[in-house]
């Protein structure tokens, strides 16, 4: 049995999760302190009974004492010291005596831990009698066994199992976190910021509040995007000529935002996660700050005029991050439920939320990412737009109900990709766009929607043909129905259908 952790959430712990047991079970301290006594007590020859009498205890509470079970006060240990003719610090030492006795304390804090104890398997006593090999053997095992637990956690099963916690505790909280808004806000009050785009400069600024210089360097370990030196005070970033958006403010803040929200060393995937999503937000909240955002947002939805490409370059953020940031404020301060998907131009879910019952595609397990939306959403037809400039406009008739949409398309450097934010039907009208007249129909999750090919063209290319599925398509989505896993057949097909002779 695996021990309850919870991710504690800025309001306090409320998601349930498996966590790696926790390897500082209580008593180490003095299991140490009291091997180190029965070192000294042997090397002098005395027996227990011989050092009780000299302190004027039993043997048994001298025994109780030297395996970690009691608490010796500071006026036995200081007759214990002058017994064995030591110094009372040589005792408190935290370093185990011996390589043996090292071991038996090693021993000793594993059987104890909840990892073992769960398993419901007998302890073995770490006396003298126990031979030094089979005392490295268990040791040894307890290390692995330890080892494999925590490798365990960081599964992508797993990893997927907390996103998916996590994000159905954001949705809860319509993904509004207001202590965190709040934190960003005093952050920001430190640099100065007074309205429209964070400056570079502002955000300097809030580092040095706390005592850190900003740094750029090229030489970043490769699988680091900052590094704080916490001795020196120095964040260390990439180089400025970077290209691209808010990057490097975005980058700068998440690292201030783990000293502003106190975070500490993560004890497990879930509590590495929370905050990640917590230093996200916080950057997203101070280079959209929620007085200016808000505001921002409130007068466009007075004038039916709002937009994301409007938050976009009123904050100079990226579309993406000007979506993200809509979905954390519109629901709390405007009262609106909206959904926002960032899909990639196989059709994969990046990113998804939804507080207005917009039918994400989920597995099993309900996570979303890696999850192939309908053909017939925005963001897919988005990419079959000639005019990719401006935002696409649509609405989509669901078996969940009508939804209106906004969906802007872009490109990295691996692939293009689709960021969508909508609304249901009811709330088009606050909307820039509503006016369009595209209008689709989806009926997934039912496969005939868009998942199986046109029979026409299964009967034409399913004997000849044999695609290769992409190697992320395997890991992330391995397509049920399919006889290729991983490969959108009726993509495939109209595919050979298009170029064939
Ligand atoms: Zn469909």
Not at 318 to 342: K, P, Q, S, V, Y
Request: aromatic share 6%; glycine share 8%.
């Amino acid at each position: 049995m695996v021990e309850q952790s919870e991710i504690a959430g800025p309001r306090g712990p409320v998601i349930p999760l498996p966590d790696p047991d926790d390897a500082t079970p209580p008593g180490g301290q003095l299991l140490t302190l009291g091997r180190r006594i029965r070192h000294f007590r042997t090397e002098r020859g005395l027996t227990l009974d011989q050092l009780g009498a000299a302190v004027g205890r039993t043997a048994s509470q001298l025994s109780l004492v030297e395996n970690g079970h009691r608490e010796p006060r500071l006026t036995l240990l200081q007759a214990i010291a002058a017994a064995l003719d030591v110094r009372v610090a040589d005792l408190l030492s935290s370093q185990p005596p011996t390589r043996r006795a090292a071991l038996e304390i090693a021993l000793e804090r594993a059987q104890r831990s909840g990892l073992y104890t769960g398993l419901g398997l007998p302890t073995v006593k770490s006396s003298r009698t126990l031979p030094l090999e089979a005392l490295e053997a268990l040791v040894g095992l307890h290390a692995e066994l330890a080892r494999r637990a925590d490798a365990a956690i960081a599964t992508p099963e797993e990893a997927r199992r907390v996103t998916t916690a996590l994000r159905a505790w954001m949705r809860e909280r319509d993904n509004y976190l207001p202590e965190i808004e709040d934190a960003a806000e005093e952050a920001l009050t430190w640099g100065g910021y007074t309205s429209g785009a964070l400056t570079h400069r502002s955000v300097a600024l809030m580092a040095e509040h706390l005592g850190f210089t900003l740094i750029h360097v090229d030489d970043l370990p490769h699988s680091t995007r900052t590094v704080t030196d916490l001795a020196n005070g120095r964040i260390y970033l990439p180089p400025s000529s970077i290209p691209g958006g808010h990057g490097l403010r975005s980058l700068a803040l998440q690292a201030i935002a783990h000293r502003v929200l106190g975070h500490e060393q993560p004890r497990s995937y879930a509590d590495f996660l929370r905050q990640r999503v917590e230093i996200n937000y916080f950057a997203a909240a101070c280079l959209l700050p929620r007085s200016a955002a808000v505001a921002f947002l409130t007068e466009a939805k007075r004038a039916r005029d709002l937009a994301v490409e409007d938050v976009r370059d009123a904050f100079g953020v990226t579309h993406e991050t000007a979506g993200w940031r809509m979905t954390n404020l519109l629901t709390a301060h405007l009262g609106l439920r909206l959904h926002f998907m960032r899909v990639g131009d196989d059709g994969a879910v990046y990113k998804a939320y939804e507080n207005d019952g917009m039918p994400l595609p989920t597995d099993a397990a309900g996570a979303v990412e890696g999850q192939l939306v309908c053909r017939q959403w925005p963001a897919r037809m988005a990419f079959t737009q000639r005019d990719k400039t401006t935002e696409y406009h649509q609405y989509t008739d669901t078996p969940a109900g009508t939804y209106w949409s906004s969906t802007q398309t872009g490109w990295t450097g691996t692939g293009g990709f689709s960021i969508t934010v909508g609304v249901p039907f009811a709330q088009a009208k606050w909307f820039r766009g509503r006016e369009t007249t595209t209008r689709t129909r989806s009926r997934c999750p039912d496969p005939a929607c868009c998942r199986l090919p046109d029979s026409r063209l299964t009967d034409r290319w399913s004997e000849h043909s044999w695609p290769s599925a992409a190697v992320h398509a395997q890991i992330l989505a391995p397509l049920p129905t399919g006889v290729f896993p991983g490969v959108d057949e009726a993509e495939v097909y109209a595919f050979l259908e298009r170029h064939a002779p």
